[in-house]
T-cell receptor, first 114, second 111 residues
Framework: GAGVSQSPRYKVAKRGQDVALRCDPI?????LFWYQQALGQGPEFLTY????????KSGLPSDRFFAERPEGSVSTLKIQRTQQEDSAVYLC????????????FGEGSRLTVL | GDSVTQMEGPVTLSEEAFLTINCTYT??????LFWYVQYPGEGLQLLLK?????DKGSNKGFEATYRKETTSFHLEKGSVQVSDSAVYFC??????????FGKGTKLSVIP
């Protein structure tokens, strides 16, 4: 597609539910990033893939967060047993390579945990 | 670790006013520096960048100069328009890939 696509755009979950957020990067982009953006804050790094390899997951806040990119294109961020503090916008970004620095962002998935 | 301090918003300006949004950073090594912008209802997009000291990034009338001695990358525009209303994020990139974003500065331009 023309840009990075994320779904769902909005998700409301009850505390304790599992959620899955999908990211379709720009075709041919090797690098894929997930960021978490709390209200009124800047995006914070969660994890980074180069093709299907998850090279850095140091930003994942707990073992309830899991990300995968099995075929090196689409990625899914999964949050198990959601908590209220998980409420945020989850941003996906892709780039041609990790070294260009220009990330192309999706519009984000807004998660609200009740 | 790396960190960014941005001018706190919100900033409200009249059309054609001069804009400065301050940004200072701490980073290991020799970072590249970026400004990203988020227009209402849209995703973040790159506004401009600079990769070495004294470089000036520019786009859409915005400019920022990489000042290594003061570890700053202030964003400026000589005459803002209503369409510039958005949230602006300063982001150094130290190391090979990870961007560190500031908290963002919301700009509102009124006619």
């Amino acid at each position: 597609g023309a840009g990075v696509s994320q779904s769902p755009r909005y998700k409301v979950a009850k505390r304790g539910q599992d959620v899955a957020l999908r990211c379709d990067p720009i075709s041919g982009h090797v690098s894929l990033f997930w960021y978490q953006q709390a209200l009124g804050q800047g995006p914070e790094f969660l994890t980074y893939f180069q093709n299907e390899a998850q090279l850095d997951k140091s930003g994942l806040p707990s073992d309830r967060f899991f990300a995968e990119r099995p075929e090196g294109s689409v990625s899914t961020l999964k949050i198990q047993r959601t908590q209220q503090e998980d409420s945020a916008v989850y941003l996906c970004a892709s780039s041609l390579s990790s070294y260009t620095g220009e990330l192309f962002f999706g519009e984000g998935s807004r998660l609200t945990v009740l | 670790g790396d960190s960014v301090t941005q001018m706190e918003g919100p900033v409200t300006l009249s059309e054609e006013a001069f804009l400065t949004i301050n940004c200072t950073y701490t980073a290991t090594g020799y970072p590249s520096l970026f400004w990203y912008v988020q227009y209402p209802g849209e995703g973040l997009q790159l506004l401009l960048k600079a990769t070495k000291a004294d470089d000036k990034g520019s786009n859409k009338g915005f400019e920022a100069t990489y000042r290594k001695e003061t570890t700053s990358f202030h964003l400026e525009k000589g005459s803002v328009q209503v369409s510039d209303s958005a949230v602006y994020f300063c982001a150094p990139r130290a190391g090979s890939y990870q961007l560190t974003f500031g908290k963002g500065t919301k700009l509102s331009v009124i006619p």
